[in-house]
């Protein structure tokens, strides 16, 4: 079925992960540390990531980052941690995790969050270069670049500029971006919120006008600034 790496130091967490996914049919892998996951995910195709963040070696944060930035590597990674802060969260997806999943965890929501980073993954919703301004966005290439400079997102913040380049300049309301986004398996109240943290790092904050606004009320828009009067 699906090929999952757990890595993970808690031993009961990663054997109740076993008990309840190996009779559902999915082949996993884990790994104690950080250095043993990094050579694991580096060495191995797999369809998820589970990662905790406070591990042995090299956290999860750390090895994430590894695993987006010198390795390439676009497996969704799901962050399992006891950490629930907003500055949490936000390092977290910083780093290149996909979703972020608290403990304690109900397994049945695991799965769920699963499936979806798959089928998000899997999903090939667009094909084609977009572009706002100086703002562009290659989707066959997974690229974007603004004012001639390279940009990193993860790929939920990829998906969340996306889709607002592609409505642009119509306004895109919370409920129609999270739907795009994640389908039925919205996260959590605040992961849009999170996302567009992030994306508003990289595409607005080095930058001397913003591109992403939003409108109380209604939604985000992405504009061009030298459009604006």
């Known amino acids: 079925m699906y090929k999952i790496l757990i890595i993970e130091d808690n031993p009961d967490i990663v054997a109740n992960i076993y008990a309840f996914f190996e009779p559902k049919g999915f082949e996993l892998d884990n790994a104690h540390n950080g250095y043993s996951g990094l050579t694991l995910a580096s060495t191995n195709r797999y369809d998820v990531i589970l990662l905790d963040v406070m591990l042995p070696g090299m956290d999860g944060t750390q090895l994430c980052k590894k695993l987006r930035e010198e390795l390439h590597d676009k497996t969704p990674v799901l962050m399992l941690t006891a950490r629930d802060t907003v500055l949490d969260k936000v390092a977290g997806f910083d780093s290149g995790a996909d979703d972020y999943l608290v403990k304690p965890f109900s397994l049945v929501e695991l799965e769920a ?117």
């Open 113 to 229: 969050r699963i499936k979806a980073l798959i089928r998000r993954h899997q999903d090939e919703h667009f094909r084609h270069s977009i572009e706002v301004g100086k703002l562009s966005l290659n989707t066959d290439e997974h690229t974007i670049q603004r004012e001639g400079i390279f940009l990193k997102l993860t790929p939920t913040g990829f998906k969340i500029l996306a889709t607002l380049m592609s409505a642009a300049p119509r306004v895109v309301s919370k409920t129609e971006l999270e739907e795009k986004v994640w389908g039925r398996d919205i996260p959590s109240s605040d992961a849009l919120r999170t996302h567009l943290h992030s994306v508003r790092a990289q595409v607005d904050k080095p930058f001397a006008q913003p591109m992403i606004m939003t409108i109380p009320g209604v939604g985000y828009q992405i504009v061009d600034p030298d459009n604006l009067s």
